[in-house]
C-alpha cells in the first residue's frame, strides 16, 4: 500500500464511518460477547505474503465492530463519556496524516505554539485565573502522577531524583475516599506507597473535612512523618463527589502543602458559569487536571493540566542531554519537559478544531443539556415502584438501585444484555448500586428517556 492508495482507502474509511455512526442506534451499546470470540477470528500468525486492502477492510467490517462496546452510541451512560465530536475526528485525520513527533518546540513549533493557545483558550473558558498555564498529557492518570512526582521531589528538596528514595523522610499523600484510584496508582509509583496515601473522612455531603485534614497533617508531623501534599476531588468517579476545593486548599497552605485537583471528569462542565461554585476556590490549587477527552469532545487521548507555576514540575521531569537542545533557543517551550513520556502525539490540533466548530456556546448546550436531563431520567427512576435514587445528580451523574444488592445486580445485567441502553456499577456506602452518567456528545431527551423505559421494563 503506498499514498496514492491511501487516498483510495481513506474515502472508503470516511463513507464507512458515517455509515457506521449513522448506524449506532441500532446496534447494541456494548459488545454482546464471550471471552475470545474474536481472537479466534484471526490466524495464529503474521502473513508473510502482502495482503489485498479489500481482504483487510471486509475482514475488519466483519469482525471488528460486533467486537466493539460502542463509546459513540447515543445511549451510552456507562462508565464517563468518551466523547469525539466530528470536528475533532476531523482534526486527529490530519494530525495522523502528518504523523508528526511534538516532543521540543522545534520538532514542530506549530504543534508546541497551537497546544499554547489552546491552554489559555480553555484556562479561560473554564473560568480559571490568568495566572495558569498548561500541557496536554495522553490521561488524567499521567497528569496526576506528574503533579504527585512534583510533590514528591518539593518535599525531599528535589533529592529523590538525583538519590533514590531509600534514607528519606516517609512522605505522607492526603485524599478522600472519593478520589479515582488514579490518586492511588500515583502514590504507589511514585515510591511513597499505598500506606502513606492517608484517606481523609468525607462529610454528609461526601466531601472530605477540612478539619479531619487538618488533625491528619498535624498528626503525622507530630509523628515525624513529612506531609508532601494534597489531591483533591472535584467531580469523583463513583457517585461524583466533590471536595470543598477552597476550605480544603486553605488547610493545605497553612501547612505549606502543594493541591492537585483532578477535575478529570467534572472540569468540562466548568465552562458554564453556573457550575463553578462547585469548585470554588479552585485557583488557589497548584494543579488541575481535567480531561477533555471526557465530557468535551476531544477524543481521547486529551487530558489538560494546568499549572499555576510550571516550574517545579519542569524540574522534577524535564531532562536536557545534548541531543535534545536546541541550538540558540533555550527559553523556548519544550513541552516534553512538562510530562513524563518524551514523545508527544499533536493534540491540540483537536481542541482547536472542536472549539472553532461548535463554539463555546455550542459545547455549554450540550453540557446543559446533559445535566438537565440527567435530572428528568432521575425523576422518572424516583417515581418508579421499587427504585431508589442512592445518589442525587451531581451534574450529570446520580446512582439508583432496588430493594438489596442481589436484585440490583440481577437488574444490571438484564439492562446490558438488553443492549439498548448501557450502565455500570458502582459501590457507596456498603451497597451495590447503578450509575447513570449522561454525556454522550449526540444523544438527545429521547436517548435519555429510554433509561427509565428500560429500567420499567426490565425490573
Ligand atoms: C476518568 C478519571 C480519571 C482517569 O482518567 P484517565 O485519563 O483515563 O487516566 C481520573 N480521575 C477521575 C475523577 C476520572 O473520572
Given at each position: 500500500?503506498?499514498?496514492?492508495?491511501?487516498?483510495?482507502?481513506?474515502?472508503?474509511?470516511?463513507?464507512?464511518?458515517?455509515?457506521?455512526?449513522?448506524?449506532?442506534?441500532?446496534?447494541?451499546?456494548?459488545?454482546?460477547?464471550?471471552?475470545?470470540?474474536?481472537?479466534?477470528?484471526?490466524?495464529?500468525?503474521?502473513?508473510?505474503?502482502?495482503?489485498?486492502?479489500?481482504?483487510?477492510?471486509?475482514?475488519?467490517?466483519?469482525?471488528?465492530?460486533?467486537?466493539?462496546?460502542?463509546?459513540?452510541?447515543?445511549?451510552?451512560?456507562?462508565?464517563?463519556?468518551?466523547?469525539?465530536?466530528?470536528?475533532?475526528?476531523?482534526?486527529e485525520?490530519?494530525?495522523?496524516?502528518?504523523?508528526?513527533?511534538?516532543?521540543?518546540?522545534?520538532?514542530?513549533?506549530?504543534?508546541?505554539?497551537?497546544?499554547?493557545?489552546?491552554?489559555?483558550?480553555?484556562?479561560?473558558?473554564?473560568?480559571?485565573?490568568g495566572?495558569?498555564?498548561?500541557?496536554?498529557?495522553?490521561?488524567?492518570?499521567?497528569?496526576?502522577?506528574?503533579?504527585?512526582?512534583?510533590?514528591?521531589?518539593?518535599?525531599?528538596?528535589?533529592?529523590?531524583?538525583?538519590?533514590?528514595?531509600?534514607?528519606q523522610?516517609?512522605?505522607?499523600?492526603?485524599?478522600?475516599?472519593?478520589?479515582?484510584?488514579?490518586?492511588?496508582?500515583?502514590?504507589?509509583?511514585?515510591?511513597?506507597?499505598?500506606?502513606?496515601?492517608?484517606?481523609i473522612?468525607?462529610?454528609?455531603?461526601?466531601?472530605?473535612?477540612?478539619?479531619?485534614?487538618?488533625?491528619?497533617?498535624?498528626?503525622?508531623?507530630?509523628?515525624?512523618?513529612?506531609?508532601?501534599?494534597?489531591?483533591?476531588?472535584?467531580?469523583?468517579?463513583?457517585?461524583?463527589?466533590?471536595?470543598?476545593?477552597?476550605?480544603?486548599?486553605?488547610?493545605?497552605?497553612?501547612?505549606?502543602?502543594?493541591?492537585?485537583?483532578?477535575?478529570?471528569?467534572?472540569?468540562?462542565?466548568?465552562?458554564?458559569?453556573?457550575?463553578?461554585?462547585?469548585?470554588?476556590?479552585?485557583?488557589?490549587?497548584?494543579?488541575?487536571?481535567?480531561?477533555?477527552?471526557?465530557?468535551?469532545?476531544?477524543?481521547?487521548?486529551?487530558?489538560?493540566?494546568?499549572?499555576?507555576?510550571?516550574?517545579?514540575?519542569?524540574?522534577?521531569?524535564?531532562?536536557?542531554?545534548?541531543?535534545?537542545?536546541?541550538?540558540?533557543?533555550?527559553?523556548?517551550?519544550?513541552?516534553?519537559?512538562?510530562?513524563?513520556?518524551?514523545?508527544r502525539r499533536?493534540?491540540?490540533?483537536?481542541?482547536?478544531?472542536?472549539?472553532?466548530?461548535?463554539?463555546l456556546?455550542?459545547?455549554?448546550?450540550?453540557i446543559?443539556?446533559?445535566?438537565?436531563?440527567?435530572?428528568?431520567?432521575?425523576?422518572?427512576?424516583?417515581?418508579?415502584?421499587?427504585?431508589?435514587?442512592?445518589?442525587?445528580?451531581?451534574?450529570?451523574?446520580?446512582?439508583?438501585?432496588?430493594a438489596?444488592?442481589?436484585?440490583?445486580?440481577?437488574?444490571?445485567?438484564?439492562?446490558?444484555?438488553?443492549?439498548?441502553?448501557?450502565?455500570?456499577?458502582?459501590?457507596?456506602?456498603?451497597?451495590?448500586?447503578?450509575?447513570?452518567?449522561?454525556?454522550?456528545?449526540?444523544?438527545?431527551?429521547?436517548?435519555?428517556?429510554?433509561?427509565?423505559?428500560?429500567?420499567?421494563?426490565?425490573?
Open positions: 500500500m503506498n499514498h496514492d492508495d491511501l487516498r483510495h482507502w481513506s474515502k472508503v474509511a470516511a463513507d464507512w464511518a458515517h455509515d457506521y455512526h449513522a448506524g449506532l442506534r441500532d446496534r447494541p451499546v456494548r459488545a454482546p460477547l464471550v471471552p475470545g470470540a474474536i481472537a479466534a477470528q484471526l490466524p495464529p500468525a503474521a502473513p508473510e505474503a502482502a495482503e489485498p486492502m479489500q481482504a483487510i477492510f471486509d475482514d475488519f467490517a466483519r469482525i471488528v465492530p460486533p467486537g466493539m462496546t460502542h463509546w459513540q452510541h447515543p445511549r451510552f451512560f456507562a462508565y464517563f463519556p468518551a466523547n469525539a465530536a466530528p470536528a475533532s475526528m476531523l482534526a485525520q490530519l494530525a495522523n496524516a502528518i504523523a508528526a513527533q511534538g516532543m521540543l518546540w522545534q520538532t514542530s513549533p506549530a504543534a508546541t505554539e497551537i497546544e499554547q493557545v489552546m491552554m489559555r483558550w480553555l484556562r479561560d473558558a473554564l473560568g480559571l485565573a495566572h495558569f498555564t498548561g500541557t496536554i498529557h495522553d490521561s488524567a492518570t499521567t497528569a496526576t502522577l506528574s503533579a504527585v512526582l512534583t510533590m514528591r521531589e518539593r518535599a525531599l528538596g528535589w533529592q529523590g531524583l538525583a538519590d533514590g528514595l531509600s534514607g523522610p516517609r512522605l505522607r499523600l492526603y485524599a478522600s475516599a472519593e478520589t479515582h484510584s488514579s490518586v492511588d496508582k500515583a502514590a504507589r509509583v511514585a515510591g511513597i506507597g499505598q500506606a502513606n496515601l492517608v484517606k473522612a468525607t462529610d454528609a455531603a461526601h466531601a472530605l473535612d477540612p478539619a479531619a485534614l487538618d488533625a491528619a497533617i498535624r498528626a503525622d508531623l507530630a509523628t515525624g512523618f513529612r506531609p508532601a501534599g494534597v489531591v483533591l476531588c472535584a467531580g469523583g468517579t463513583s457517585i461524583g463527589a466533590f471536595d470543598r476545593i477552597g476550605d480544603s486548599i486553605a488547610v493545605a497552605k497553612a501547612h505549606g502543602l502543594p493541591v492537585h485537583v483532578d477535575a478529570a471528569w467534572a472540569g468540562s462542565a466548568m465552562i458554564c458559569p453556573e457550575f463553578r461554585h462547585l469548585w470554588e476556590g479552585i485557583d488557589g490549587a497548584d494543579s488541575v487536571v481535567f480531561n477533555p477527552h471526557k465530557w468535551l469532545g476531544a477524543q481521547f487521548d486529551c487530558a489538560v493540566q494546568f499549572l499555576a507555576d510550571p516550574g517545579p514540575q519542569i524540574r522534577t521531569l524535564g531532562l536536557r542531554p545534548t541531543y535534545l537542545e536546541t541550538a540558540g533557543a533555550e527559553e523556548i517551550t519544550n513541552f516534553n519537559e512538562w510530562t513524563v513520556p518524551l514523545g499533536f493534540r491540540a490540533l483537536k481542541l482547536w478544531f472542536l472549539m472553532r466548530a461548535y463554539g456556546e455550542g459545547l455549554r448546550a450540550r446543559r443539556n446533559h445535566v438537565a436531563w440527567a435530572g428528568d431520567a432521575a425523576a422518572a427512576l424516583a417515581a418508579l415502584p421499587g427504585v431508589t435514587i442512592t445518589t442525587p445528580p451531581a451534574l450529570s451523574l446520580f446512582t439508583f438501585a432496588l438489596d444488592d442481589a436484585a440490583t445486580e440481577g437488574l444490571l445485567a438484564r439492562i446490558n444484555d438488553d443492549g439498548r441502553i448501557y450502565l455500570t456499577q458502582t459501590r457507596h456506602q456498603g451497597r451495590y448500586v447503578i450509575r447513570v452518567q449522561v454525556g454522550q456528545f449526540d444523544c438527545t431527551a429521547d436517548d435519555v428517556a429510554v433509561i427509565a423505559r428500560v429500567v420499567a421494563e426490565l425490573r
